[in-house]
């Protein structure tokens, strides 16, 4: 169990900082430009570390390109590799538990959560290889579909799943045989750095490199010649920005992106039910989830007394400290969520919208809010159509449901949906219509590193996990024989 205090996780953060090291061709070294990295609920808490700069990124992408080079990485050394990795990380899962609690906030479930999913997520790439099949075999000829590596991998994370996104890009990037350059967030940058030291003693030199740079390194990450792919999670700007800095060495991409997952209610939903669910996805991360439940649509006939059920959770929704027994749900991670939030619940109030719950702001010493529920908007509101990724929720009623599926169709995010009914043929029949990644019926997104992740439109390119998403780390090769080689 990590020591929780605020004195514990202060210190257990202090200590890893003031000793990061970046994973740069299998040598742990220093970064050079002082950078700060405070705790979300108690801004007052500031530990340092070094960045790394342009040079130090340009050695891990020339490292990871020349452990690709004449055969040394093979896929099949990732199985021992990945499975080692998994062992190290459990073996120190409380120190991870502690770092994520510090850097991003999450309370002590989520981020125990995230860890143990972390761990799950290596050894489940561990047993993985990319499909490959005879895909013609007549008496004139054979075709064989062989995948060949990309190259080097930039894989590139977010703040609010800073170990568990990498990993599981890691993963999958070398049960495909290619070596990985990664780049964590300057948000939370802690745990992975602390992840590179596992790295270091797992990986051969090169293969696996893990760097926290400033603003200038992603972009110029995905701008080096030397990257094949880019694997990226993250907003759906940063998403655009990244594939036009793929377009002239026509990189691979993989892009997992914002979301404005909408929950569908129907008229036979059980309300309670609902409103405890909804409830937990939205709020339970306080926004933060790129498939949290972010807007409501609910038949007219529930509309009240979901907003009613949803008021009464929010009344007594407690945002703390990680360590908290009282917190019900964690601090935004970052100021800018904070300053959105306000913008959102401003913007709204201008529009009409009518608040069933306040919830109040307190960013005196940490990034706490309440959650705040909102009916009276229409789509073409920003809390509507956009991505709040904080603790606010529109309701907007509706008494025909066809109308709210072309509309979320018509939207520009498409990553996932829930839908609540006790008529499974209802449900079928939404889900067949809904134009998202993903969709939950009477169910919440669990993580599940078998089943194929992402979204449609401007939610992402490509799925990461299960086969789908190995593959996409792969380059489809078609190799065909004539008859008299093809009966060898
Ligand atoms: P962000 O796009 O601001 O940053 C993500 C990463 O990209 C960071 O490491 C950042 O330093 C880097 N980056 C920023 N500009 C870059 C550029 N021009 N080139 C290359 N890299 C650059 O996202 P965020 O605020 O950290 O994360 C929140 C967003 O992530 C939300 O929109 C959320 O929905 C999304 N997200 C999506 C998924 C998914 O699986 N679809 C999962 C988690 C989060």
Not at 426 to 434: G, H, S
Request: with cysteine.
């Amino acid at each position: 169990m990590p020591d929780l205090s605020t004195t514990g996780l202060h210190d257990l953060a202090a200590s890893i900082a003031a000793d990061a090291r970046h994973l740069i061709g299998g040598n742990l070294q220093k970064g050079t430009v002082h950078a700060d990295v405070s705790a979300p609920w108690d801004r007052r808490l500031k530990v340092s570390y070094t960045q790394t700069g342009l040079d130090d990124l340009a050695a891990a992408v020339s490292a990871a390109h020349t452990a690709r080079q004449g055969g040394r990485w093979h896929r099949s050394q990732a199985r021992n590799c990945l499975l080692t990795l998994a062992d190290l990380l459990a073996a120190e899962q409380d120190v991870f538990i502690g770092l994520i609690c510090f850097e991003n906030g999450k309370l002590e479930l989520a981020a125990r959560g995230e860890v143990l999913g972390a761990i799950a997520g290596l050894r489940y790439w561990a047993e993985q290889a990319p499909s490959e099949s005879v895909v013609t075999r007549t008496e004139a000829r054979l075709t064989r579909l062989t995948r060949d590596p990309l190259g080097v991998v930039a894989a590139i994370t977010p703040f609010n799943m800073p170990l568990l996104m990498m990993v599981n890009k890691i993963g999958a990037a070398l049960a495909a045989g290619n070596t990985v350059v990664c780049k964590p967030s300057p948000d939370t940058p802690l745990s992975a750095l602390h992840f590179a030291r596992l790295a270091a003693g797992a990986v051969p030199a090169g293969v696996l490199n893990i760097l926290a740079g400033g603003p200038e390194t992603g972009p110029a990450l995905t701008a080096s010649p030397e990257v094949s792919m880019v694997s990226f999670t993250g907003s759906i700007e940063t998403g655009k920005a990244i594939m036009a800095a793929a377009a002239p060495t026509m990189k691979r991409l993989q892009l997992e992106l914002g979301g404005n997952d909408p929950a569908i209610v129907c008229r036979d939903a059980n309300v309670s039910d609902v409103a405890v669910n909804i409830f937990r996805s939205a709020f339970g991360s306080a926004g933060q989830a790129c498939v949290a439940v972010k807007r409501v649509y609910v038949h007219e006939d529930l509309h009240d007394e979901l907003a009613e059920e949803l008021a009464a959770l929010s009344a007594r929704a407690v945002p703390g400290r990680p360590f908290s027994e009282d917190a019900t749900m964690p601090a935004l991670t970052t100021r800018r969520q904070l300053d959105h939030l306000r913008w959102l619940a401003e913007d709204s109030r201008k529009r009409g919208g009518k608040f069933i719950h306040t919830g109040a702001i307190d960013d005196t010493v940490g990034n706490f809010a309440s959650p705040s529920i909102v009916t009276g908007l229409t789509d073409g509101a920003p809390l509507v159509d956009g991505e709040q990724f904080s603790p606010i929720l529109p309701l907007v009623p509706f008494s025909d449901v066809d109308p709210v599926v072309d509309n979320v169709n018509a939207g520009r995010f498409g990553l996932g949906a829930t839908v609540w009914t006790e008529d499974t043929e209802r449900a079928d029949r939404i889900a067949e219509r809904l134009e998202t990644g993903m969709i939950w019926v009477n169910a919440l997104p669990h993580p599940d590193p078998t089943v194929p992740f992402g979204g449609a439109r401007e939610s992402g390119l490509g799925r990461e996990g299960g086969q789908g998403g190995l593959d996409e780390f792969t380059e489809v090769k078609c190799t065909t024989f004539n008859s008299k080689e093809a009966q060898r």
